[in-house]
């Protein structure tokens, strides 16, 4: 099984948001031993970089970085996502991009807590609690 983990899911994990963090751990660990294949967008990390700037500093950064990268695969951005996700019907252009990146790599859900921003998207978004439920 192939996901694409949305940003806010990462960030329940980095932040222990509670009561998300949990599942979200667990998905985590789940991708970790290879039981699903995690992906994660390229552009999730300048934006965890951004909400996270006040609580990092440079060393940090590349630690959560390492980490990330050992779990996850990245999904690049490439330019013909940018015009793909511009013709979509997304409120948020971010998640626009998020869906194009999982229909591209072929995921089977994009894990988010945000369900109705993906209402347009190819590629079926999923709470973190549904997905332990399906696995």
């Not at 992906?39 to 006040?54: E, H, M």
């Amino acid at each position: 099984m192939k996901i694409l983990v949305d940003t806010n899911v990462i960030l329940d994990v980095l932040s222990d948001c509670k009561p998300f963090s949990e599942a979200a751990a667990k998905i985590f660990k789940l991708c970790e031993v290879g039981k699903i294949t995690g992906y994660v967008s390229a552009l999730s990390v300048p934006n965890l970089v951004y909400i996270l700037r006040k609580e990092l500093d440079p060393k940090r950064v590349k630690e959560i970085l390492d980490q990330i990268a050992l779990i996850f695969h990245f999904v690049d951005l490439k330019g013909d996502d940018l015009k793909k996700a511009a013709a979509l019907k997304f409120s948020d252009f971010e998640d626009a991009l998020q869906s194009v990146g999982a229909a591209r790599l072929r995921a089977d859900y994009i894990v988010t807590r945000n369900i109705k921003d993906f209402a347009e998207s190819k590629v079926m978004a999923i709470k973190p609690e549904e997905l332990l439920e399906r696995i």
